[in-house]
C-alpha cells in the first residue's frame, strides 16, 4: 500500500536553530498537508498546499514557518528559528483530491525537541 | 477551540462486543466528518468518513451515524477485536481541505 515518508523520524534542535522537516507523499497525490500535535494536546492543521502554493493556513503557521515542493517528489517545512514551544509531532499528509470522502493519508510523524 | 469535541478520553469494550465512540461539532459549516485510528508511533490512519448529505455510512465492521440536528456523530465497531485498541479521532472538515480534530478516545477491547 502507497505511503507517506517522513524523514528524520526524530529530531532534537537548539532553540533558534532552523530545521526542515522532510516528506515524500504518496505519487499521484496533489494536495499536500502538515499538521502538529503537541505532547498531550490534539492534532492541529498548520497549511495544506495545491499547485505549488499555500491554498490554507492556520493562525500557528506563523512568518517563522514556510513550505516548498522543491522537485516533483518532496514537501518539506521549514522553521527558521525554533522556539521550546515547537516541540512537537508533525505529521505530513497528502490526499489525491480535495474531496474528504477518503480522507487522507497520514505520514508516522516526525518527532521535533526543541531544547 | 472546541469546535470538535470527543468528551470520553477512554472507553474499554469487551471483545465481541459493540463499541459507540462519539464525537459532538459546534460549526454548522462543516461538510465532512472522517474517524482515524492511531496508534503510537505512527501517524493517524484513515477509517471511514460521511459527507453532511448521509446520515449513515457503513464500511465492513464500521458504521458512522451522522446527527446534523444534534450536531452528534458516532462510530460503531462490531465485533471489536482486540487489534481495534487504539487512540480514535473524530474530525471534521470545512469546505472539504483542512481536518479540524478532537481530542481522541483511546478505545481499549478485552479479551
Known amino acids: 500500500e502507497p505511503e507517506v515518508t517522513q524523514t528524520p523520524s526524530h529530531q532534537v534542535t537548539q532553540m533558534g536553530q532552523e530545521v526542515i522537516l522532510r516528506c515524500v507523499p504518496i505519487?499521484?497525490?496533489?494536495?499536500f498537508y502538515w499538521y502538529r500535535q503537541i505532547l498531550g494536546q490534539k492534532v492541529e492543521f498548520l497549511v495544506s498546499f495545491y499547485n505549488n502554493e499555500i491554498s490554507e493556513k492556520s493562525e500557528i503557521f506563523d512568518d517563522q514557518f514556510s513550505v516548498e515542493r522543491p522537485d516533483g517528489s518532496n514537501f518539506t517545512l521549514k522553521i527558521r528559528s525554533t522556539k521550546l514551544e515547537d516541540s512537537a509531532m508533525y505529521f505530513c499528509?497528502?490526499?489525491?483530491?480535495?474531496?474528504?470522502?477518503?480522507?487522507?493519508?497520514f505520514g508516522s510523524g516526525t518527532r521535533l525537541t526543541v531544547v | 477551540d472546541q469546535q470538535v469535541k470527543q468528551n470520553s478520553p477512554s472507553l474499554s469494550v469487551q471483545e465481541g462486543r459493540i463499541s459507540i465512540l462519539n464525537c459532538d461539532y459546534t460549526?454548522?459549516?462543516?461538510?465532512?466528518f472522517l474517524w482515524y485510528k492511531k496508534y503510537p508511533a505512527e501517524g493517524p490512519t484513515f477509517l471511514i468518513s460521511i459527507s453532511s448529505i448521509k446520515d449513515k455510512n457503513e464500511d465492513g465492521r464500521f458504521t458512522v451515524f451522522l446527527n446534523k440536528s444534534a450536531k452528534h456523530l458516532s462510530l460503531h465497531i462490531v465485533p471489536s477485536q482486540p487489534g481495534d485498541s487504539a487512540v480514535y479521532f473524530c474530525a471534521a472538515s470545512p469546505r472539504a481541505q483542512k481536518l479540524v480534530f478532537g481530542q481522541g478516545t483511546r478505545l481499549t477491547i478485552n479479551p
Open positions: 460549526n454548522s459549516m462543516f461538510d465532512y
Open positions: 499528509a497528502s490526499s489525491v483530491s480535495s474531496g474528504q470522502l477518503y480522507g487522507y493519508t
Open positions: 505519487s499521484n497525490h496533489l494536495y
